[in-house]
Nanobody, 111 residues
Framework: QVQLVESGGGLVQPGGSLRLSCVAS????????MAWYRQAPGKQRELVAF???????TYKESVKGRFTISRDNAKNTVYLQMSSLKPEDTAVYYC?????WGQGTQVTVSS
């Protein structure tokens, strides 16, 4: 069983930046796909970005050019660098692997 712990959320003004981190532990095997999802109040959880073990990435259309997903395989850590944040990016952000979900970290974009 893999445990995921996110950090880095918070309150930021529109146009600001945040970096989310997610550390995976509890498995002796390397983790393949890692991803970030988000869920805004009253909305379904949606995929924001994912990254394969080799580094291939995919992004939700609305975050392309603003968000960057990256990973450190040696540390079993995935990051989400978020820039030019908008109020519509406000949500709980969840780290994901095929076997586990993190507990979520709140990101609020507001002036």
């Amino acid at each position: 069983q893999v445990q995921l712990v996110e950090s880095g959320g918070g309150l930021v003004q529109p146009g600001g930046s945040l970096r989310l981190s997610c550390v995976a532990s509890g498995s002796s095997n390397s983790i393949n796909t890692m991803a970030w999802y988000r869920q805004a109040p009253g909305k379904q959880r949606e995929l924001v970005a994912f990254i394969a073990s080799g580094g291939t990435t995919t992004y939700k259309e609305s975050v392309k050019g603003r968000f960057t997903i990256s990973r450190d395989n040696a540390k079993n850590t995935v990051y989400l660098q978020m820039s030019s944040l908008k109020p519509e990016d406000t949500a709980v952000y969840y780290c994901y692997t095929p076997s586990s979900w993190g507990q979520g970290t709140q990101v609020t974009v507001s002036s």
